[in-house]
């Protein structure tokens, strides 16, 4: 069993740590929020994450997890540290490593043996460095000499199945120049190891790497199939057979072939911007990761347009949207193509209902600003409307927009849809539909990347 201190219980920390835990280790999590602290305590979790309440709840009760807001006492008692802090964005792209250098620090002020320190969130090449830096100051304020290493171990989880993807990763990533660091963390996911996961053993650069480049690569593929997909609409073409055969290519593979609204998230977004900030910053500019991110807010905006074309003009036009969250089985809403489609459709003069399983709470927040009419030339609070259901949300609606795969929305009862609209227009962009059935209840169907 291996003891390990979390830092960090957002997203990657509390799934990270849960898991960690039900791997058979002893874990820690750490963060300053004492609200966020008492709620885990009290076995409530503060994110939406299938799964990640049982896991918690398991290894609680079985006395290997648990939770807290002294960091110094978890370092000093824990000989695996890791870093699972956020790394938002700064204004001009780059990420923001303040928590990083903040946890490192504290690390550092408060570790008495021999340590190793895991970056666990997503930070640029070369911080694997920095942290090593930063805790070498530390000990050399406090006059003392304490070996330690620094492990790049970066995380590829989906949101939506983190639980699953932690447990039955498609690789384990350890960068090290550390011999005694990587068999320790080979023990940390023993469990993995005896499973046969792939282990990839790298250095500290490499591993930072592979994070941005996996994440970059996802971008760009589906970018491309969306640009395909506004390329079929013009030629006639069905952008579902043509992905479907060319993900019949081994050399292209069909996951990420799904034409829609724009990738959104806590990871796509910040990661290319990232990469790229990097590679200017090196002189070595990535060209096809920049066309990713410009032709991603592009597809967003394009769906605007997409629904202009169909309803007319849209002043006064009341829209139900279905689906707010970025991704289905998630709460996140951020970079969210909802967001953009909203704004875009309230600034033409819509009127709009909303609805989804667990971003409402959320969206309230995020949509704010909209909702008070900031930036508007007429503002006011009917602007949204925040139904009860995804029935309520169409009542009185001109066009029903579909933005989120939620499985409760691949099965709507389409006569119930029919009557409930003012007019039939049926906007799927995220082709969860055939068009024949949709037609088949009267409405009219809009899809992506179909003629």
């Not at 792209?93 to 340590?115: F, I, P």
């Not at 053993?201 to 970018?223: C, G, R």
């Not at 209902?353 to 709470?361: F, I, Q, S, T, V």
């Amino acid at each position: 069993m291996a003891y390990i201190g979390v830092i960090g219980t957002g997203y990657v920390g509390s799934v990270s740590g849960a898991c960690l835990a039900d791997f058979g280790n002893f874990v820690t999590c750490v963060d300053k929020d004492e609200e966020k602290i008492e709620a885990l305590q009290k076995g409530l979790i503060p994110i939406f994450e299938p799964g990640l309440d049982a896991v918690v709840e398991r290894n609680v009760r079985a006395g290997r997890l648990r939770f807290t807001t002294d960091l110094s006492a978890t370092v000093k008692t824990h000989q695996i540290v890791f870093i699972a802090v956020g790394t938002p964005s700064a204004e001009d792209g780059s990420a923001d490593l303040q928590y990083v250098e903040a946890a490192a620090r504290e690390t550092g002020r408060s570790m008495e043996g021999y340590t190793v320190v895991v970056d666990k969130s997503t930070v640029p090449i070369g911080t694997g460095r920095k942290v090593i830096q930063w805790i070498e100051e530390e000990l050399h304020r406090r006059g003392r000499d304490i070996p330690f290493d620094v492990v790049s171990n970066p995380e590829f989880l989906r949101e939506g199945s983190a639980v699953y993807d932690f447990t039955h990763p498609d690789r384990v990533v350890i960068g090290t120049e550390g011999e005694t660091a990587r068999k320790i963390m080979k023990d940390v996911y023993r469990s993995l190891y005896l499973n046969e996961t792939p282990f990839i053993e790298t250095n500290l650069e490499s591993a930072e790497m592979i994070k941005y480049a996996a994440n970059a690569f996802l971008a760009v593929k589906i970018t491309f199939i969306n640009e395909i997909a506004n390329l079929c609409e013009k030629v006639g073409a069905n952008v579902q057979d043509v992905a479907k055969a060319i993900g019949r290519d081994g050399r292209i593979g069909s996951k990420f072939l799904h034409p829609g609204p724009g990738y959104g998230g806590s990871c796509f977004p910040k990661d290319t911007r990232a990469l790229v900030n990097i590679g200017r910053a090196l002189n070595e500019p990535l060209g096809i990761v920049e066309t990713t991110i410009a032709g991603n807010e592009k597809q967003k905006l394009r769906m605007v347009d997409k629904i202009e074309v169909g309803l007319g003009s849209l002043s006064g036009k009341i829209i139900a949207l279905l689906g707010l969250a970025f991704k289905a089985n998630t709460d996140d809403m951020r970079e969210s193509p909802a967001l953009t489609i909203a704004e875009g459709l309230v600034k033409r003069g819509a009127r709009l209902r909303l609805w989804d399983p667990a971003a409402m709470k959320e969206a309230a927040w995020r949509l704010e600003a909209l909702r008070e009419g900031e930036g508007l030339d007429t503002p006011t609070e009917q602007k949204l409307y925040f139904a009860e259901d995804e029935y309520d949300a169409l009542t009185g609606a001109s066009a029903l927009v579909l933005l989120t795969e939620w499985n409760q929305l691949r099965n709507l009862d389409l006569s119930r849809v029919k009557s409930l609209l003012t007019s039939p227009c049926f906007f799927d962009l995220r082709n969860i539909y055939k068009r024949e059935e949709v037609e088949a209840a009267g409405l009219r169907y809009y899809g992506v990347g179909q003629p």
